[in-house]
């Protein structure tokens, strides 16, 4: 994980998460996804320096996010510090797997930087964490990376294999894959709303 501390220490911002149209589109995807417009705990490991927690952070009553980069959880609390129900910790998989309940876990960009062994525990450690009518949902970059493991594609295969649940969406274009798994069965989204 010193690769991503140094990445951190050279950039404020490593992959342009501030600065490119193509990270901001896909948050927004992301969050177009997500079936809920409010949820209880959101929880995102490998949140990097709090671009897309900045907007989870608005959808949820409490906040976690979690980096092995001491450097990166620096700039995601200097961005949300403010924020009260947020909170950033340093944290490395599957060294630290969470505890809480969550009802929102975002697997964003960092499935394809754990090796075999380290996905399937960690995966299944957040599949446990998840709550009875929580929503997982999953992005990566599809192409390949030269510091990674496998392809966000294979990434994606993995989830399906270790979380056992049924996939309730997807967007899949030819640079990322985004999906949603939810322990409950898929429903309608406007009949779940409260009138």
Do not use: N
């Amino acid at each position: 994980m010193a690769h991503f501390e140094r990445l951190h220490v050279d950039s404020a911002d490593p992959w342009g998460c501030d600065t490119r149209w193509y990270e901001a589109r896909k948050r927004a995807l992301t969050l177009a996804l997500l079936p809920r417009g409010r949820y209880h705990h959101g929880f995102e490991p490998g949140c990097s320096v709090g671009a897309l927690s900045a907007e989870l952070a608005q959808r949820c009553d409490i906040f976690t996010g979690w980096d092995a980069s001491a450097s990166a959880v620096a700039s995601a609390r200097k961005r949300l510090g403010h924020l009260d129900h947020v909170r950033f910790e340093r944290r490395e998989l599957p060294t630290t797997l969470p505890v809480a309940a969550f009802d929102l876990i975002v697997f964003s960009e960092i499935g394809y930087y754990l090796d075999e062994a380290v996905l399937a525990t960690t995966v299944r450690a957040l599949r446990r964490a998840l709550r009875p009518a929580g929503d997982f949902i999953a992005c990566h970059w599809r192409h390949p990376l030269a510091d990674g493991y496998r392809s966000g594609d294979a990434v994606h295969q993995r989830l399906h294999e270790h979380l056992g649940l049924a996939a309730r969406s997807s967007l899949v274009e030819p640079d990322f894959r985004i999906e949603l798994w939810s322990v409950e069965a898929p429903g309608s989204v406007p009949a779940g709303e409260s009138r």
